[in-house]
């Protein structure tokens, strides 16, 4: 058995590691961690740059990679803490976007401002127990290559976002929306799609 299955086997062991890596009622690791655990287990490309004000809250048991010559701006959140955050190459996080693993992004992706993305989901149907201490689920967000996500969007667990898609500031994603669309609105609908015989963006009645 190796040692992340015995760990994982033993509750007192499990919290006990877990109380090690990160302090009591939070989510962020603790410094020792950050300064040398981390660097060894996730991976930051060529010509990437994570900007200082950002709040990097990623733990070694789930994977945190990002791609080549890609950009975290100030003031966002990367938490891998339920679930692994993936970033290609050339892809720029703008400033205070949220993104909550599961979430998986491709390459040449833009995401504006204040953007949500949580791969998790608090369970909240046991009415004898607090929503905090009742379990999570979580659901991969995929954000396919060469998207641009408006600012103030909201992308909800399970989505998958196609390639080339446009999903205006504001919108709220709750359904997948399919390549070469651009989708609007609380919940977000498809008014446009590239027609590949016309080659024309083309509105969705």
């Known amino acids: 058995m190796s040692i992340v299955q015995t760990i994982k086997s033993s509750p007192v062991l499990k919290k006990f590691v877990h109380w090690c890596l990160i302090p009591k009622y939070q989510a962020r690791p603790r410094l020792w961690v950050k300064w040398f655990i981390n660097p060894f287990f996730h991976k930051k490309g ?3 740059v994570i900007c200082r004000r950002t709040r990097v809250d990623v733990l070694p048991f789930q994977p945190f990679t ?3 010559f890609s950009t975290v701006e100030d003031f966002a959140t990367i938490n891998n803490g339920v679930g692994p955050v993936y970033i ?3 892809s720029r ?3 205070g976007n949220v993104i909550i693993g599961p979430v998986t992004v491709g ?10 993305m949580s791969g998790l989901n608090h369970v909240y149907t046991d ?5 905090h201490l009742q379990p999570v689920t979580t659901a991969t967000i995929t954000i396919e290559d060469d998207c641009w996500i408006g600012a103030n969007a909201v992308i909800t667990a399970g989505v998958t976002i196609g390639k080339h898609s446009v999903i205006a500031g504001g ?3 709750t359904k997948n929306i399919p390549p070469f669309s651009v ?8 008014i446009k799609q590239y027609n590949a015989v016309t080659q024309q963006w083309e509105k969705v009645s």
């Not at 390459?107 to 949500?116: D, E, G, M, P, Y």
């Not at 009415?127 to 929503?131: A, D, E, R």
């Not at 989708?183 to 498809?190: C, L």
Request: hydrophobic share 45%; glycine share 14%; net charge positive.
């Open 46 to 48: 060529k010509g990437s």
């Open 66 to 68: 990002l791609g080549d």
């Open 88 to 90: 290609g190459n050339n």
């Open 93 to 95: 996080v703008g400033i």
């Open 107 to 116: 390459n040449n992706v833009i995401f504006a401002q204040n953007i949500v």
């Open 127 to 131: 009415t004898t127990k607090p929503i």
């Open 171 to 173: 919108a709220v994603v």
């Open 183 to 190: 989708a609007v609105g609380n919940p977000a609908k498809v």
